[in-house]
């Protein structure tokens, strides 16, 4: 099974990645299906439900419009994010969809979405459910499809349980382990980053590779710049203000090449995952990194090495976002990047040890300084439960990342002291995450019935949909 590193960073649109990319996916898949099958023009009803966390959350993770729009055909990385909310109105007041844009039928979400906040499909907590019907009302097609994390959607055909996109592309340098990883990386004399763009050659030119990662960093830079210009409240009904366009101006105030206050430089960090985050959260155009709801972390830490770290180059930032894919598809294959599955430690505690590894390449780590880094940052967000306040992805998920960012730079300064020597390796600290995963509560996996989101004293009652 092999993963490239565009499988890990996707654009798509906020809040969550496995609430909103994902069901959008499913939804499109299955109208897919039924247009392959040539019954498309007898379907006069679609019905979808969503189970487990898609269920108890989805409605403020934006899930509704999601499955609105992929019935439409929409994709995430294209869909036109400025006219999300006004397409949805008129859905909404026509009371009509147009199945993958060739067939209008009937549409009342009120039916026709279901959510089942206290009832799981098996073997994956975001699971959801499509029914086409007739018009005399009989049933054309079924199919129930999971939300894995990070926007990688399957359906149940695999019996044996194995819920990960299966691609047998042949690459170079297969490794399902750090400790194979490594082993490629002494064998072969090769950086981290060079192991990833040798395996992506099996899927395109290394020439399109870096064009279109250095797209994704143009858009990473995008989605900062827009979360600085835009001011105001978040939608949802938590009345949060976004704070990113005010750190801005505070922050220009000072000097980024000598700062008066040494550590100025991390305010600008912070400023990076605030920005990002925020779009998120208001349902804007981001980079899913690996995950929505960890997706400032890794563009707030390439920020960091882009603008202060001397001689960075876009060289740089290639090397940079292949290391941290080569770092999340260990996280993909032995554990999960799931907020429903294994809590927060799967999304942000993913990102970060990503996010500590690759900085530590580019700042000219080995492969053995690399790795500790990120068994560095994830050692330390073990635990991390995914508790958002009314199932939103702004309270804590917004500081959180910022705060990951700072540990992320804090865990790759710290392994590049060492030689790469060190006691507990990134494989066993992968492990170890996907066990505290399994040990976890529900409540604690992105349900809203644990921890701050139902110990915060004064929350909204009527928490709308994004």
């Known amino acids: 099974m092999a993963i490239s590193v565009f499988d890990l960073f996707k654009i798509g649109i906020g809040p969550s990645s496995s609430h909103t990319v994902g069901p959008m996916i499913a939804a499109r898949k299955f109208m897919l299906s039924i247009e392959a099958s040539n019954e498309l023009g007898k379907v006069t009803r679609i019905q ?36 999300i909310t006004q397409r949805i109105e008129k859905i909404h007041a026509e009371g009509k969809i147009n199945l993958l844009g060739k067939q209008m039928i009937d549409y009342d979400q009120e039916t026709d979405l279901r959510h089942f906040r206290r009832k799981s499909l098996p073997f994956h907590p975001n699971g959801m459910m499509f029914t086409a019907f007739d018009e005399k009302g009989k049933r054309l097609t079924q199919k129930t ?35 194979e990883l490594l082993d490629h990386c002494k064998k072969e004399s090769l950086k981290i980053s060079d192991v990833m763009m040798e395996n992506e050659n099996a899927w395109r030119p290394e020439n399109k590779t870096r064009e279109e990662l250095l797209h994704l960093w143009s858009v990473m830079e995008e989605v900062v710049n827009c979360g600085i210009a835009n001011k105001g409240i978040l939608p949802g009904g938590l009345n949060v203000e976004r704070r990113s366009h005010k750190l801005h101006e505070k922050l220009t105030q000072k000097s980024k090449k000598e700062p008066n206050d040494p550590l100025t430089i991390l305010d600008w960090v912070t400023l990076y995952a605030l920005a990002t985050n925020e779009e998120n959260a208001a349902g804007g155009r ?9 997706a400032g972390i890794i563009p707030a830490v390439l920020h960091y090495y882009m603008r202060f770290v001397p001689k960075a180059d876009d060289d740089g930032a290639v090397r940079f976002l292949l290391t941290a894919a080569a770092i999340g598809i260990l996280y993909k294959k032995n554990a999960s990047i799931s907020g429903a599955e294994v809590g927060c430690q799967g999304e942000v505690g993913s990102a970060c040890s990503m996010a500590a590894g690759a900085l530590a390449e580019v700042l000219g780590g080995t492969p053995a300084q690399v790795e500790n880094a990120a068994e560095i940052a994830m050692e330390h967000n073990l635990g991390l439960t995914c508790d958002p306040i009314g199932g939103l992805v702004q309270i804590p998920c917004i500081e959180r990342n910022a705060s990951a960012s700072v540990k992320a730079i804090h865990a790759a300064r710290m392994a590049l002291q060492g030689d790469g020597t060190h006691f507990v390796s990134l494989d066993r600290v992968i492990q170890t995450m996907r ?32």
């Open 48 to 83: 979808s439900e969503m189970y487990g966390s898609l269920g108890a959350t989805g409605k403020a993770h934006g899930t509704p419009k999601a499955i609105i729009l992929g019935l439409e055909g929409e994709q995430p990385d294209q869909v036109d994010a400025t006219l």
């Open 435 to 466: 066990k505290t995963g399994e040990d976890m509560n529900l409540r604690y996996k992105e349900t809203s019935r644990g921890g701050l989101a139902t110990n915060v004293l004064e929350v909204p009652v009527n928490i709308i949909e994004c």
């Open 286 to 294: 981001v980079v899913t990194a690996p995950t929505n709801g960890a």
């Open 145 to 179: 499809y999971y939300s894995v994390g990070g926007g990688f959607v399957v359906d149940d055909s695999n019996e044996d349980g194995n819920y990960i996109a299966e691609d047998e592309t042949a690459i170079t340098y297969p490794y399902d382990t750090a400790a």
